[in-house]
């Protein structure tokens, strides 16, 4: 008994919940494209002198480690400034609209089909 009014109420929770999608803001983009970028100026820096130190580093151990991790770097940053400027054309690109999401809602035993509206903005430059 205690399992079947459990599932009732999964159920009934299921089917009264929706998600609507967050839609991110063009300050929200324009942070993601500053962490970005920041991280990105760092592991270039990281790779640089990892790469730097295995130049001058005599030692075959040191240089066996030092390489692989500083192309790695390199590679990381440029992954992050790639992102980054994505993140800043999204942010740039902005259009307006009016987005109507739809609900099911499980009433008086009945489902009933709500329409709820949305305003997006988002003006293309």
């Not at 929770?13 to 760092?42: F, G, N």
């Not at 994505?86 to 009016?98: P, V």
């Not at 999401?101 to 009433?107: A, F, K, M, S, T």
Request: proline share 2%; with cysteine; hydrophobic share 45%.
């Amino acid at each position: 008994m205690k399992r079947l009014i459990v599932y009732a109420l999964l159920l009934r929770l299921a089917t009264t919940t929706y998600c609507q999608e967050k839609q991110l803001t063009r300050d929200d983009y324009l942070r993601q494209s500053k962490t970005q970028k920041k991280t990105a100026w760092i592991a270039l820096g990281c790779g640089v002198a990892l790469l730097a130190y295995s130049a001058v580093a005599t030692e075959t151990n040191a240089v066996f480690f030092t390489i692989p991790i500083g192309l790695t770097a390199l590679g990381v940053s440029l992954g992050s400034f790639i992102r980054a400027d994505r993140n800043k054309e999204k942010a740039d690109a902005l259009t307006a609209g009016i987005k109507v999401e739809r609900l099911n809602d499980l009433g008086m035993m009945k489902i009933k089909n709500r329409l709820l509206p949305g305003i997006t903005l988002r003006l293309n430059l």
